[in-house]
């Protein structure tokens, strides 16, 4: 039966969309009892309420769109660093460990050169020094020549750094004209896909363009290698293992993403302040962004740049041999073969005593 007009007075009728855009399915329920199933032709209404079930529709999937990577990404980072921590366990198969049960890897490197012997526990002044000379080596370090590596330890003792040495080193690299070039090209991609349309377009588009671009990365490096790092204790820098199976270096790298070393303890817990610093990062631009988003985008962001961070460290990792084998210079300045040797005698100690068990 079919129905052209509304329902009769005290009649409830629901609406929902049919199979196609100009028939409805509706329920008509009369009295306590009685219901009678039916569908009605087009009326100006119901054609209004299909206009409304249309956007409905558009809405939810731009609601799926908006927070299908923040799942994906929550979900990369929490099965991340359980991934990588398995390559610690014992090959006799031990419990799971847990952050602070992670091994202070990379082992311990020491070199005449650029580690000196640790200083007295009671002379903070001393361990001061010791960071700045570390850091004036670190400000040295690029990968290729051009990408810098200012974050980057070969030394696994390295002093502690103070909360105004993060700030300083976070600051350094984000001066480095390689920080400004990098979000010149990332401008020149975005207006090739079209990306923010709102700035426009022309010279004031672009340099609006690679003005947010560079406040984006110059807004995270601070944050979450500077300003939280220095509140919570948490050091930045990447420490590079170097020693290894390929596996297992590729892991832990990726792992760093996620997990670093307290300043005090030495021991690993959870990166807030990397993944703090990306998400809070991603908050602020919605301050010069023409179209700001909401806040499940702003986490879906935030992680899915802590997520492409971890190449950054695999590439960090691997950048030393890579560069031995290409251009026959070594970066880590012999540290790698100290920590290599060292490792590979500890896997023949360890050899040895599961023979004579």
């Known amino acids: 039966m079919r ?33 009678e199933s039916a569908f009605v032709a087009p009326h100006p209404h119901g054609m209004a309420r299909t206009e409304s079930a249309k956007r409905d529709l ?24 359980s991934v990588a921590m398995a390559a610690y366990l014992p090959e006799s198969g031990a419990p799971t460990a847990s952050f602070d049960e992670i091994p202070d890897a990379p082992a311990p490197q020491t070199s005449p050169s650029t580690a000196p012997s640790p200083p007295p526990a009671d002379d903070p002044q001393t361990e001061h020094d010791r960071a700045e000379q570390q850091i004036k080596a670190q400000e040295k370090q690029r990968v290729a020549g051009i990408v810098p590596s ?7 003792n390295a002093a502690t750094l103070s909360p105004g040495q993060k700030i300083r080193l976070a600051f350094r690299s984000q001066i480095d004209p390689y920080a400004f070039g990098i979000a010149t090209i990332v401008t020149g991609i975005g207006e090739l896909k079209g990306d923010n349309p709102g700035y426009g377009w022309g010279a004031r588009g672009f340099f609006e363009r690679d003005g947010a671009a560079y406040l984006d990365a110059f807004d995270g490096n601070m944050i979450g290698n500077g300003f939280l790092p220095a509140l919570l204790h948490q050091d930045p820098r990447y420490f590079r293992l170097g ?10 790298a990726i792992a760093t993403s996620f997990i670093c070393k307290h300043d005090h303890t ?14 809070a990062s991603g908050a602020i631009s919605n301050l010069y962004y023409p179209n700001g988003t909401g806040i499940g985008h702003t986490i879906a962001d935030g992680m899915t740049v802590t997520a492409e961070g ?32 060292a490792y590979r005698r500890r896997q023949a100690e360890r050899k040895a005593q599961s023979q004579q068990q």
């Open 3 to 35: 129905r052209a007009f509304p329902p009769a007075k005290g009649t409830a009728a629901s609406f929902r969309p049919g199979c196609t855009s100009d028939i409805y399915s509706v329920t008509i329920s009369a009295g306590k009892d009685k219901q």
């Open 58 to 81: 558009g809405e939810s999937m731009r609601l799926r769109d908006r927070y299908l990577p923040l799942i994906v990404s929550l979900g990369f980072c929490l099965a991340t660093p």
């Open 150 to 156: 200012f974050n980057v330890s070969y030394i696994n």
């Open 243 to 252: 020693y290894g199976t390929i596996h297992h270096r590729f892991l832990y």
């Open 266 to 279: 030495g021991r690993w817990e959870p990166n807030i302040s990397n993944v703090g610093g990306n998400i």
């Open 310 to 341: 971890t190449f950054g460290g695999v590439l960090q990792e691997f950048w030393p041999d890579i560069s031995r084998r290409l251009f026959h210079k070594d970066p880590t300045n012999g540290l790698d073969a100290q920590a290599q040797d």
